[in-house]
């Protein structure tokens, strides 16, 4: 392997490429679930629960992020092309990488209401526990 190699990134669209396919597949789900954030709202007072909207907002916002991670990706590498760097590479990475925090904590808050932690109840124990 030269050292032209290593210091120089190849200039093919990797990253472009692979946000299209892993975001434009979840985007889908994503918008589905996005129909059903009204319903968030159905319980009284729900609507004075911070935790709630903050939920509405990272359901909500998961599309976009998609979008302007697939968008942003295409145009980095596109601007890069002709003089390929290691910060396009970087910027197309956070380009890339944007709804992936909003994946973790929907995973993580699924995984919580599934399962919940030794320091909470599970619903069968506050529910019968008459």
């Known amino acids: 392997m ?6 120089r990134p190849s200039g093919e669209p990797g990253i472009p490429i692979a946000a299209s ?3 434009g597949v979840l985007v889908w789900p994503g918008l589905l ?3 059903f954030t009204p319903m968030m709202f159905d319980a009284p007072g729900s609507t004075k629960n911070p935790g ?18 697939i968008a942003g990706t295409w145009i980095t ?3 890069a092309r002709k003089t390929p760097s290691r910060v396009a590479v970087i910027v197309q990475a956070v380009f890339g990488l944007l709804p992936a925090p909003h994946v973790l904590v929907l995973i993580g808050l699924f995984l ?9 109840p599970q619903m069968h124990e506050t529910t019968f526990a008459h």
């Open 2 to 7: 030269s050292t032209a190699s290593i210091s």
């Open 21 to 23: 396919i892993a975001w």
């Open 33 to 35: 679930v996005a129909l």
């Open 52 to 69: 709630a909207w903050l939920m509405v907002a990272i359901v909500l916002s998961f599309p976009f992020l998609c979008f302007l991670s």
């Open 77 to 79: 590498w596109a601007v």
């Open 112 to 120: 919580f209401a599934a399962f919940g932690t030794p320091l909470t």
